[in-house]
């Protein structure tokens, strides 16, 4: 069992730059095992894949909208993942949720076994 806890969020101006933080409660050799995710969902719209880091490799995709101006990450040593967010713009305003997966090759499409409960952004125009 892994539970996840999102923090980090809340107003944003325009450029930014809030930083996303997922706590995981579970035992760091344990966690490095997950490739670790973040969602959004905004008003009126179905959650979204924002970006992925997957176990093993570290490698990671992101969403075309937020490429070049977020990055995801993690440290296993304390289990924690992160959402680096810069450059924001009023369009990235939602609820943004930490997510975790077993699978290597996991990517927007895949099963995440985990959620945490969601932090909001709000970026002002």
């Known amino acids: 069992q892994v539970q996840l806890v999102e923090s980090g969020g809340g107003l944003g101006q325009p450029g930014g730059p809030p930083r996303l933080s997922c706590a995981a409660s579970?035992?760091?050799?344990?966690?490095?095992?997950?490739?670790m995710a973040w969602f959004r969902q905004a008003p009126g719209k179905e959650r979204a894949f924002v970006a992925v880091?997957?176990?093993?490799?570290?490698?990671?995709s992101l969403a075309d909208s937020v490429k070049g101006r977020f990055t995801i990450s993690r440290d296993n040593a304390n289990n924690m993942a992160y959402l680096q967010m810069n450059n924001l713009k009023p369009e990235d305003t939602a609820v943004y949720y930490c997510?975790?997966?077993?699978?290597?090759?996991?990517?927007?499409?895949?099963?995440?076994?985990?959620w945490g409960q969601g932090t909001q952004v709000t970026v002002s125009s």
């Open positions: 997510a975790a997966s077993p699978r290597l090759d996991a990517d927007r499409g895949s099963t995440y076994d985990y």
């Open positions: 579970t035992p760091g050799r344990i966690f490095r095992t997950y490739s």
């Open positions: 880091i997957r176990r093993g490799d570290d490698s990671t």
